[in-house]
């Protein structure tokens, strides 16, 4: 507690994290949207007539559906000015030495191999729009787990991608999910088979380079009964000028008795629209947790929900969203109650500083026939200054009997006899303030795998640079 | 048909301003257009099937029945609101429709045209009333608008507590029924309000009520709902002085097929204010609520304390709770917290009665009465604590 390692992390920020290397692509579509451009990402992957089809129809979806009205301002967003896909080396590299030199420097700077080594039972790093890098541990492989990109999934599991891509996610569901899934590209496809836990966490790390590059990845997760897996997600995105959209789609199916848990952090440059639509089915006493961490993008609108459809299932998210200056960090998450003796909690935790703003958005919805269903959310807010701001807008639909349902909040900011606490102690009040804002965000911290969880109390002092006087 | 142009003509002998005012507000409902499910305060209240054509007939120009404390301070002022638009245009026309605005919908509108009686209070600075003033709106035959509203003025210092009671002659009666409350407080006035609405099994009923509240002013308001097939209350409080403090009270029991709406704000826009909100209800039947209420403390509002809590006690499987405590806090320095819960009678609760040998019925009517017991004794006075512990009595069986 005397000795307080240097915080001194924001500096070096744009050497560390802000580079980019100098594009050099394979093949780069032109910018804006069209059939023809969505008909050369599909001809370009080689896919079967059935997506493309897809792809077209969920383009006129796109098209039809009105912007969102509420939420966060997204009427900057230029469609037109947007490259919708980029692929970045031809083939795919099967070991860390294949990897193209710019690419592994990228990863170098990040720290990605180092932190990860000794956890890493699959790296999928997707650089640009495609996974590049990607590695199976031989043991899954024996176990028949499936761990790849989306796009060799359609490729060389047809019919099981087929059963389930879109059957969670509709492409109609909303306006982001129709343009994911007219020009998707990438992204992870998980399928554990019956009874098989994974026990060590599957991991993939997604980037943006290319100034104004959509990144529109695709993940399908699905957990056979009784099986087990962890996926995480974690995001860094160099600084770039001009806004970036970043859409991306995730679907989890979680069997009888399977349980599956998503770890993300989030961590894009702060000119990227981050809107993202996740979702999981549960079945008979399935378990679905989210642990979602938002730290970086200008606007992010993220609300991971699980659809509990048979007895017993569960449903866990816990949140985090840190807003800076010119931020706003839309998020929450939903639960949907459609069956008997379904729980479900949400717990939000957010901090806005520096005239940030945090929204948590939520929805509980308790269907007639979800009787003896319970559910419980708690959401806190920490506002470190007085231009920051702080929503809470929490819609709960109790339509069945026998339920429980309840809501909590607070806002509140950094107390003085905490501060005081930590100051006559001989700690800064900056440094004060970083060790508070790290404790309230505890109970998610410790959820994260320990590498994670450094690089998250990291990014938190990063943030909290120059935040006080 | 309907209410219309030539239903303002019978309001006739009203001051210029006044039927200038209903005119322009009959022109917004004209302009204004039908509430739609996109529109976020209307998406789980249905209003396609209210038909104003069924309610031509306006009921009680000024026939509201006003119970009287035995001798009325000097200076107050206390009759009905289209007489003291003649008699004080000076103290009614700045203020009338000026805190419920007659363009925030097509009913607020609707009731700005063709409001019709409803009280007009002034309480000078300085005095002291007792006994709390009774407004009783009563409505005799079905078909019919009633269309009530109220106008408060507390002077500076000022302290007094009144209620407003909605009472239906029969039971079953269809209607259209408003009853608006616009309260301004003075600096460091105290006031009690109470409303309690008991029309009507088959009657629509909107009501807007907002305050504003100066410098120290404290407001006690209190909301029984207990009639009409549906029933959309807004409770609004702006707290404009340093120090003012609003607590906002409701209970509501729903029943049959009974359908209840409430929107409520706790406007902070000053610092060092108080507001404490607590709405509870319980639900039987097919009954369907909806509570929605946000607080918002403004950029400046610093050192605000605001509590809001929605708490729904369903008794019965095929009702409906739909709860949304909003925040939207601007300020750092503030001290805010909200909840809300939806749930069944405790079965431990009922297991603990049972086991002492009282009946399932008995056990669940005393949880049911435990439910209202601590908000009903906050009802700022004794007059309606007995009202509405009586109303309740009837209603829990």
Request: aromatic share 10%; net charge negative; glycine share 8%.
């Given at each position: 507690?005397?000795t307080?390692?240097n915080?001194d992390?924001g ?6 994290y ?6 050099e ?7 804006g ?16 007539e059935?997506?493309t ?28 000015n ?17 990897l193209?030199?710019d ?5 170098d700077?990040?720290?990605?191999p180092?932190a990860?080594?000794?956890?890493l039972?699959?790296v999928?790093?997707?650089y640009e729009?495609?996974?590049v ?9 024996a ?24 059957t ?11 343009l ?5 590209s ?10 098989v ?10 980037r943006?380079?290319a100034?104004?590059?959509g ?6 997760i699905i957990?056979d009964?009784?099986s087990?897996?962890h ?21 989890i ?19 990227v629209?981050n ?7 549960a079945?008979?006493?399935?378990t679905?947790e ?19 459809m ?5 449903g ?9 200056k010119?931020?706003?960090?839309d ?9 008997p ?5 949400i717990?939000?935790?957010s901090?806005?500083k520096g ?12 269907y007639?026939?979800?009787h ?6 708690k959401?806190?807010a920490?506002?470190l ?9 929490p ?16 806002v509140s ?17 900056s ?21 994670y ?17 | 048909?309907?209410l ?5 003509d019978?309001?006739?002998?009203e ?22 499910k996109?529109d ?7 209003v ?39 008699d ?13 605005h ?29 006994q709390?003033?009774?407004g ?20 500076k210092?000022?302290r ?12 079953d ?6 009853g ?16 309690v609405q008991k029309?009507g ?8 009520q907002?305050?504003?509240l ?10 029984v709902t207990?009639g009409?097939?549906f ?7 702006s ?6 403090n ?6 509501y029991?729903?029943?049959g ?5 409430f929107?409520?704000?706790q ?5 060092n ?16 609520t909806?509570?929605a ?13 605001a ?10 499987d ?14 750092n320095?503030v ?9 069944p ?8 009665l049972?086991?002492?040998g ?29 009202l ?7 209603r829990?069986?």
């Amino acid at each position: 507690m005397a000795t307080v390692p240097n915080v001194d992390v924001g500096s070096d920020y744009k050497e560390k994290y802000g580079f980019f290397v100098p594009e050099e692509y394979v093949f780069k579509a032109k910018r804006g949207l069209n059939p023809e451009i969505v008909k050369e990402i599909s001809w370009m992957k080689q896919e079967p007539e059935w997506m493309t089809k897809m792809r077209l129809r969920s383009l006129e979806i796109f098209r039809k559906k009105p912007m969102p009205t509420w939420g966060a301002d997204l009427s900057v967003i230029d469609f037109e000015n947007i490259f919708y896909y980029l692929k970045a080396s031809d083939k795919q590299s099967k070991t860390w030495e294949d990897l193209p030199p710019d690419i592994k420097a990228t990863y170098d700077r990040l720290g990605v191999p180092e932190a990860e080594r000794k956890f890493l039972a699959g790296v999928s790093a997707q650089y640009e729009s495609e996974v590049v890098y990607h590695s199976l541990q031989k043991e899954l492989t024996a176990k028949g787990v499936i761990f790849t990109d989306t796009d060799s999934a359609l490729r060389d599991y047809p019919e099981l991608f087929k059963e389930y891509f879109g059957t969670v996610i509709p492409p109609a569901d909303n306006k982001f999910s129709a343009l994911n899934t007219a020009v998707w590209s990438g992204g992870s496809f998980i399928y554990v088979p019956k009874g098989v836990r994974v026990e060590i966490p599957l991991q993939a790390y997604f980037r943006i380079n290319a100034e104004n590059m959509g990144q529109f990845e695709r993940t399908l997760i699905i957990c056979d009964e009784g099986s087990f897996v962890h996926y995480i997600e974690g995001c860094t995105a160099p600084i770039y000028t001009t806004d970036s959209l970043h859409s991306a789609v995730v679907e989890i199916i979680v069997k009888k008795n399977a349980r599956c848990r998503y770890t993300t952090i989030q961590n894009w440059s702060t000119n990227v629209f981050n809107l993202v639509t996740k979702r999981a089915m549960a079945y008979a006493d399935a378990t679905m947790e989210w642990v979602d961490g938002n730290l970086g993008s200008q606007i992010t609108m993220k609300y991971p929900s699980v659809y509990l459809m048979e007895p017993g299932a569960k449903g866990d998210v816990l949140s985090v969203a840190f807003a800076g200056k010119g931020q706003h960090q839309d998020a929450g998450g939903k639960m949907i109650h459609v069956a008997p003796n379904t729980t479900s909690t949400i717990t939000s935790k957010s901090i806005s500083k520096g005239g940030g703003r945090t929204s948590y958005r939520g929805h509980i919805k308790m269907y007639p026939g979800a009787h003896n269903s319970k559910s419980f959310v708690k959401c806190d807010a920490l506002l470190l200054d007085d231009e920051s701001r702080s929503d809470t807008y929490p819609y709960n639909d109790v339509d069945a009997e026998n339920v429980t349902l309840g809501h909590e909040a607070t806002v509140s900011k950094v107390s003085d006899e905490q501060l005081f606490y930590l100051m006559s102690r001989g700690i800064t009040r900056s440094e004060a303030e970083t060790m508070i804002v790290n404790g309230f965000i505890e109970p998610f911290t410790k959820e994260l795998p320990l590498e994670y969880a450094v690089e998250l109390n990291r990014l938190i002092q990063l943030e909290m640079e120059g935040s006080v006087g | 048909m309907g209410l219309n142009a030539e239903t303002l003509d019978e309001l006739r002998g009203e001051p210029d301003w006044l039927h200038d005012r209903r005119q322009s507000a009959f022109a917004t409902y004209g302009r204004l257009p039908a509430p739609s499910k996109t529109d976020e305060e209307w998406r789980r209240t249905d209003v396609s099937r209210f038909d104003l054509g069924q309610y031509s007939k306006l009921e009680h120009l000024d026939g509201q029945k006003l119970v009287l404390p035995s001798a009325l301070p000097k200076g107050v002022i206390l009759k009905p609101l289209r007489q003291a638009a003649k008699d004080h245009p000076d103290l009614v026309e700045p203020r009338l429709f000026s805190l419920v605005h007659a363009d925030r919908d097509r009913f607020t509108a609707l009731h700005a045209a063709f409001f019709t009686g409803g009280t007009f209070l002034y309480v000078p600075d300085g005095v002291v009333i007792d006994q709390p003033i009774i407004g009783q709106h009563f409505s005799h035959e079905g078909g019919t608008s009633v269309l009530p509203h109220t106008l408060i003025v507390a002077g500076k210092n000022s302290r007094f507590d009144y209620l407003d009671e909605y009472i239906a002659e029969q039971e079953d009666e269809a209607g259209y029924r408003s009853g608006s409350t616009e309260i301004f407080l003075g600096d460091g006035s105290q006031v009690g309000y109470v409303a309690v609405q008991k029309w009507g099994r088959n009657v629509w009923h909107f009501a807007d009520q907002r305050a504003e509240l100066q410098k120290d002013a404290s407001l006690k308001l209190f909301n029984v709902t207990l009639g009409g097939k549906f029933s959309k209350t807004r409770v609004e409080a702006s707290l404009v002085g340093q120090g003012a403090n609003a607590e906002l009270k409701a209970i509501y029991f729903a029943s049959g097929d009974q359908f209840f709406d409430f929107h409520t704000l706790q406007d902070h826009r000053v610092g060092n204010t108080r507001s404490d909100l607590l709405f509870k209800g319980a639900l039987q039947d097919t009954a369907r609520t909806v509570y929605a209420g946000l607080i918002r403390i403004e950029k400046g509002a610093a050192r605000s304390d605001a509590y809001q809590a929605n708490r729904n006690l369903v008794l019965s499987d095929h009702a409906k709770a739909t709860s949304i405590p909003m925040l939207e806090i601007d300020n750092n320095d503030v001290r805010c917290t909200h909840g809300a819960t939806v749930g069944p009678v405790d079965p431990e609760h009922l297991f603990y009665l049972r086991s002492r040998g009282i009946p399932e019925t008995t056990a669940k009517r005393m949880l049911i009465q435990g439910f209202f017991g601590a908000v009903l004794e906050r009802i700022p006075f004794e007059h309606a604590r007995n009202l509405v512990e009586a109303e309740l009595e009837a209603r829990i069986g």
